[in-house]
């Protein structure tokens, strides 16, 4: 029997273009909280960026690679396909005025099973999805953008994968990962975590369309919530036993994490939830300036210098 029972969505991770247009849309027009400027670990070329709650919690969260000149990527198979946010339900109305003042490309709002759905776009192109939840009762950031406080986005909601089929990727989640069915269909369903809700849900869709090219405007990989380093540690031992290729444990600084890709090819990570985006700054100056890990301190002046300057001001 699995032990292995993620506890929700820790956060999403995708590729962006322009780092500065990324604050300003993350930032501004959604009203997230920038809670932390680093760099990408593995190409410390290039920024970390972390948007959320107040807190940076786990699952509020949405970060970002900004290459400044990575080409456009490409939805299909094979691909977190969207990214959906929980947003209280008497909102959408404000969301969609708000969202084609500021000239957002955005949809009308439609019935989507039993959600009622505002898709938008970013300036690269990703897929967002504003979901009504009446439910939900985490708090909304309060900072810059001038999103009243009861129209705020609350965290993430759920993430879409687009698969060529279904049974493997459901096994998965189901069989190795403890999700239950919360809904299905012919050519698609719905995995809830724990006690389900908003943050709690995977939809997986299949489609028989060409794969996906990943790079700007697309999801780099979906991360998923465990309470601490031992469960992280139980958890990997037993993907490894059932034959998953997993990396070993590594130290993002923020949480411990694993990595391996599910069936249809979508890379997962597995986060824990401590120690948190105040480990190295104090809550209130979270996302203000850059941090790097100790073994990256060495060439901190080399970093700087390659990194663009951001438009963080009261971003944070």
Partial sequence: MTTLAPLGLHHVTAIASDPGRNVEFYTRVLGLRLVKQTVNFDDPGTYHLYYGDEHGSPSSLITFFPWKDVERGRQGTGLATSTAFSVPGSSLSFWHD?????????????????????????????????????????????????????????????????????????????????????????????????????????????????????????????????????????WRTELVDSGAHVTEILDRQYFQSIYFREPGGVLFEIATEAPGFDVDEPLLELGRSLKLPPWLEPTREQIEQNLPALPVGDAS
């Avoid at 809700?197 to 995977?202: C, E, I, P, Y």
Wanted: aromatic share 4%; hydrophobic share 40%.
């Fill in 98 to 234: 708000r969202l084609r003042e500021l000239n957002v490309r955005v949809e009308a709002p439609v019935t989507r099973g039993d959600d009622e759905v505002l898709r938008l776009y970013d300036h690269d192109g990703m897929v967002l999805d504003l979901i009504a939840s009446d439910g939900d009762t985490r708090s909304g950031w309060d900072g810059v953008a001038s999103v009243p406080t009861e129209y705020a986005v609350r965290g993430l909601h759920s993430v879409t994968l687009t698969e060529t089929t279904l049974d493997a990727t459901a096994e998965l989640l189901t069989d190795r990962m403890s999700m239950t069915v919360a809904a299905d269909g012919a050519a698609s369903a719905r995995f809830a975590m724990a006690a389900g809700g908003a943050g709690a849900l995977v939809d997986v869709v299949t489609d028989r369309s060409d794969r996906g090219l990943q790079a700007g405007g697309t999801v780099h990989h979906v991360a998923f919530r465990a309470p601490d380093h031992e469960t992280l540690t139980a």
